[in-house]
């Protein structure tokens, strides 16, 4: 095993303070546990003069490693880079796999940060570093653009529990119950009775304008709308409450709705601030894939960070979690395998969405992408459906290392035709 050249320092990082060690290149420890207090700068001033004497007592540069612990390593680890030392984050399932080396169940910051240090003196050890400003801004506001569409679709989930206690026939006249005409009837004519008691002209007249769909389509929605209130006078529970608590769930979707909207306008306007930069034309190359949009190939983006560090696809699988789990012991391999989902939700998220649109048919009787939709059918004809949409999901990740390795728009031919761009006469033959 190669031995490496330099002091590793390592730090467990909490919420409001950190412990960091240093061992030398033969794993001895050189400084014991270090408590670092991120609030305090003359704590991080003498931690950052103890990685300096160390160096100059060895003359050896250092290395810093830090576990990642979702956003209480980040200020630390810009502290490091901007003070000019070399830091990298450590993936925590690598740190917790020796957390269990030795036979006694001992586990406390201290022992941690020593343990982290001698990890970083592993040659094979896979680390990363934080990516441009420009790719942490649009993460975050990705995140925090899934967020807000969960948190919504929570709230329209409540909303429908709600109508189906005390208004259940109007689920079955509107398929999305906050569509525009659905969100003016509720707010303006909450319950069963005010339906009744309102004016047809004027209520075909607004259901027209939400809708614009015309006044014939209208008077038809009006005597469902009619039809379904004198059939909830008779079955459905009228209850002040629940009425009330639609109300308040209408102004909390709403708000959603324009958090959502207004995060989508920071992204939009971030992305054009920055026409030049290389990472934009990424997006326009991940946005020529079918299926992919505007916002899966950002969030796609984001969650890849630095595109170089990987050499197959194989890896990217890997970093999206979508690799299959191996449980194989002597004789016995499981059957039934699934995807390890130990990367980035966020992106496979994406990548799943991006799946179901490639497989999806047009009103025109088209498909979207006809090679993945004939791959997929094949597949679900044998195997089940989600395992099918697994495996085009795979298949998408090769759309998205391919356009990424060759910078260009994504080209859409089929599997002969590929072979022959490529010239590979074997698969040609088969």
Known sequence: MTKQNYLSVGIDVGSAFSFMSIV??????????????????????????AIKNAEESNSL???????????????????????GFEAFVINPLITHSIKNIGIRKVKNDKLDSIGIAKLGLKPDLQVSVIPAKLVLELRSLTRNYYNLVDIRSSYVNQLKAHLHTVFPQYLDIFSDVTGSTSMMILESYLTPDKILRAHKDCLVEKIAKASRKGPQNAAQKYDRLVLAAKSAKVFGCSLDSVFFNISTTLTLIKGMDEAIASTMDQIHSLVKKN?????????????????????????????????????????????????????????????????????????????????????????????????????????ASAKPKMVALGAVMHKICNYIFAVLRDKADFSLRSPQEHCQAYRTPALIAA
Request: a positive charge.
């Open 24 to 49: 030398d290149p033969d794993e001895n420890l050189i400084l014991k546990p270090f408590k670092i207090i991120h609030n305090d700068l003359d704590s991080l001033n003498r931690a950052l003069a």
């Open 61 to 83: 540069k250092s290395r810093t490693f830090l576990e990642s612990t979702g956003i209480y390593h980040f200020p630390l680890f810009c502290f490091l880079m901007e003070s």
């Open 275 to 379: 026409h030049s930069e290389e990472f934009v034309r990424q997006i326009s190359w991940l946005d020529s894939i079918p299926g992919v949009g505007f916002m899966s190939a950002i969030t796609i983006l984001c969650e890849i960070g630095d595109f170089s560090v990987f050499k197959n696809p194989k890896q990217l699988f890997a970093y999206f979690g979508l690799d299959p789990e191996v449980r194989q012991s002597g004789k016995f391999n499981a059957t039934e395998v699934h995807m390890s989902k130990r990367g980035s939700r966020f992106a496979r998220r994406a990548i799943f969405a991006a799946a179901l649109a490639c497989i999806r048919i047009k009103r025109n009787g088209e498909a979207i992408n006809p090679y993945l939709h004939e791959y997929y059918r094949q597949k």
